[in-house]
């Protein structure tokens, strides 16, 4: 009498297992890749707003919290000290990167890109102070930042 080895009936179950862990390792390498990107203060509440676009570039910031004190990559600046470091900045980066003689399909210089982030119980002159600091500089793209109201 030969004792043979029962065959395993294979079932449907045993195919889903790698699919299963394909899955899971997707789940968490979202979960991680989302936090990566730099976010400005946390203590700082943005304004919502619907229907918005999200800026694609989100590398420089500057930020006004609730108390009206204005910041730029995390140093505390005067309104008018923002406007001195941008000025030298636009200058330096289009120079850097050769953006001098750079220009898009209308002929015009390439801007740098700012986010203005700025906290909801901020009064609008406030807001202003910096703003008439901005308003001379050239080249500079600003956006800001809002959170999704929908």
């Known amino acids: 009498m030969s004792v043979l080895p029962k065959q395993r009936n294979s079932s449907s179950d045993d195919n889903m297992i790698p699919l299963i862990n394909i899955v899971f390792l997707l789940l968490i390498f979202f979960m991680v890749a989302g936090h990566i990107q730099k976010r400005p203060n ?5 304004p919502t ?5 999200t800026p694609a570039n989100l590398q420089r910031f500057v930020e006004i919290n609730a108390d009206g004190m204005v910041s730029m990559d995390e140093k505390a600046m005067t309104p008018e000290q923002v406007g001195d470091a941008l ?3 636009s200058t330096s980066e289009r120079m850097t990167e050769g953006m001098a003689e750079k220009s898009n399909a209308a002929g015009e210089l390439t801007a740098v890109e700012l986010t203005l982030v700025v906290d909801e119980r901020v ?4 807001l202003e102070s910096v703003l008439s600091e901005l308003r001379p500089l050239k080249h500079i793209a600003l956006s800001i930042l809002v959170e999704d109201g929908a």
């Open 87 to 89: 000025s030298v900045i």
């Open 49 to 53: 707003l619907t229907n918005l676009e």
């Open 42 to 46: 946390a203590s700082i509440e943005l």
């Open 123 to 126: 009064t609008a002159a406030q």
